[in-house]
């Protein structure tokens, strides 16, 4: 069963395998998905809002003195009460990058951050499909830790796997210019042969696009909650390992989340 769409812009902290005690924040509109994907392994189901070229305007989008708000509220409390928080993580339920004042958002995020979190890191998860609007680049840059999504390295399987309608040169292309990435990859197959990023050539394709790309570091894992297509299976530790050993020998760091 897939998770509920969230209701407020603070979540959590959340345990995470990757990311440890994250607070998460949610910079989408309450209880409404919008993606520029449509992610058979998503937790948070399917997504009924898929955006196009351009910040879309449907739903109340929380407004940046509002995120700073409720986020410095949480911080807060945490100091008040001696509760241990990781890191300030912006995802939620659909892309984050897509709020129509994404980098004034930062901005306030960063300045929240310096003042009252200076030794939490400020992290994003994203997609990356958007990585080529200059505003978002410009404000991505400040954050500290950039987790960008790449599960496929070919058109295809970018499609069946993640409902892409941004051609998947694009996506690599603005990778390629965002500093100090870490590549996020989920691996996954279904029982019908329809979904699987986990062979060798499936494998191959994905390294290729990596090695134009050059990021820092690569995280692999594979699923820990309920998909939105429910056929899908998680992947071996073993067979993870080996993908990260193809990794590192291109000369990328990698590492497992099994």
């Known amino acids: 069963m897939s998770l509920p769409l969230l209701d407020s812009i603070v979540y959590g902290p959340v345990k995470s395998r990757r990311l440890g005690c994250s607070l998460g924040i949610n910079l989408l509109p309450p209880r409404l998905k919008v993606c520029t994907f449509n992610c058979a392994y998503c937790q948070y189901g399917w997504t009924r809002a898929i955006a196009e070229d351009g910040a879309p305007r449907v739903g109340a989008w929380p407004a ?88 496929a390295g070919s058109e295809d399987l970018l ?64 699923i820990d909650r309920d998909p939105a297509w429910p056929y899908l299976r998680r992947v071996s530790e073993p067979r993870l390992r080996e993908i990260a050993e193809r990794v590192q020998t291109a000369g990328i760091p990698a590492e497992v989340f099994a």
């Not at 897509?98 to 930062?106: G, K, M, Q, T």
């Not at 279904?190 to 699987?196: C, R």
């Open 159 to 222: 499609r069946r796997l993640n409902g892409s309608l941004r051609p998947l040169s694009r996506i690599v292309d603005s990778l390629h210019h965002v500093p100090d990435v870490t590549i996020q990859a989920m691996f996954v197959r279904d029982g019908t042969g329809n979904i699987d990023n986990t062979t060798d050539k499936a494998v191959t394709d994905w390294l290729a696009a990596l090695i134009r790309i050059h990021p820092t570091r690569v995280h692999l894992y594979t």
């Open 64 to 151: 940046p003195w509002t995120v700073f708000a409720a986020v410095y509220a949480r911080v807060e409390r945490a100091h008040r009460v001696g509760e241990r928080i990781d890191r300030l993580t912006i995802a939620g339920h659909g892309e984050p990058t897509l709020h129509p004042e994404f980098e004034e958002v930062i901005d306030r995020l960063c300045a929240l951050r310096d003042r009252w979190a200076p030794r939490v890191p400020l992290a994003i998860l994203s997609n990356s499909t958007t990585a080529a609007w200059p505003a978002v680049r410009r404000a991505l840059v400040r954050v500290d830790e950039r987790y960008m999504k790449l599960d």
